[in-house]
């Protein structure tokens, strides 16, 4: 494995506190260690620009469609800023969240379709795999909720079971997250290394 492989984008998702942040940073010191070139990144975020809109949306409760709108100009920002020089670079992209948190959480308050169509504009490039990690239960007590973050663990569940149902309908990769962190990236691994991706 070396630094001549392509660029490539993988997105990480599921509802919160399913051990994402933590898989992101170890499927990127795995490939870093394998000598590839990794880029690791999260949204929102991603640029000094990206980190304010994050701040503006996790500070201050706006309505659904500001809301949304300001994920996406976040989005297209990261894209240009941060993701696609990685991709030129020929770097592993690896991020944490992406458009299928934008159908889980905007989705759900403002309706699927409509949302479907704007995170589906050709700005929004589409990634070579998006995996969901999927636990049978939030690893941790759920005392550090987000706005996003409702209606405690029904609502957990509730997002949970979008994300599977979007994971069928969209062919994302849906992938256990129970059990140790070590055997969460090697399945990780494994599913990469199936796609080709490495
Ligand atoms: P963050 O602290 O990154 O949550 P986590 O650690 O669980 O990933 O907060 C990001 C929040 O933003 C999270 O609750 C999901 C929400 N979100 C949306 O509602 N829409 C989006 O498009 C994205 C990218 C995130």
């Known amino acids: 494995m070396d630094d001549r492989q392509g660029g490539a984008l993988v997105v990480l998702e599921g509802p919160d506190h399913v051990g994402k942040s933590t898989q992101v ?3 990127a010191q795995w490939f870093r260690q394998r000598k590839r070139s990794v880029c690791v990144s999260r949204e929102p975020g ?3 620009l990206g980190e304010t809109i994050r701040t503006m949306l996790l500070g201050e409760s706006v309505d659904g469609w500001t809301e ?3 994920f996406l ?3 297209a920002r990261h894209l240009n800023e941060v993701i696609e020089p990685a991709l030129r670079r020929g770097e592993l992209v690896i991020l944490d969240r992406y458009t299928p948190s934008t159908l889980v959480y905007q989705g759900a308050q403002l309706g699927e379709e409509v ?3 704007l995170t589906s504009l050709p700005v929004f490039r589409r990634p070579e795999i998006t995996i969901i990690l999927d636990c049978a239960a939030p690893l941790g007590a759920l005392d550090t909720l987000d706005r996003f973050e409702f209606s405690g ?3 957990w569940h509730e997002r949970r079971v979008r994300y599977q149902i979007l994971a069928r309908r969209f062919g994302w990769v849906l992938l256990s ?5 070590e055997s969460v990236t090697e399945r990780l691994v494994g599913v990469l290394a199936q796609e080709g991706i490495g």
Do not use: C, N, W
Request: proline share 4%.
């Open 68 to 70: 949304l709108f300001l």
């Open 177 to 181: 997250g129970d059990g140790s962190p």
């Open 153 to 155: 663990l029904d609502g």
């Open 73 to 75: 100009a976040g989005r």
């Open 25 to 27: 940073e170890r499927l």
């Open 46 to 48: 991603g640029d000094a």
């Open 115 to 117: 949302v479907l169509q």
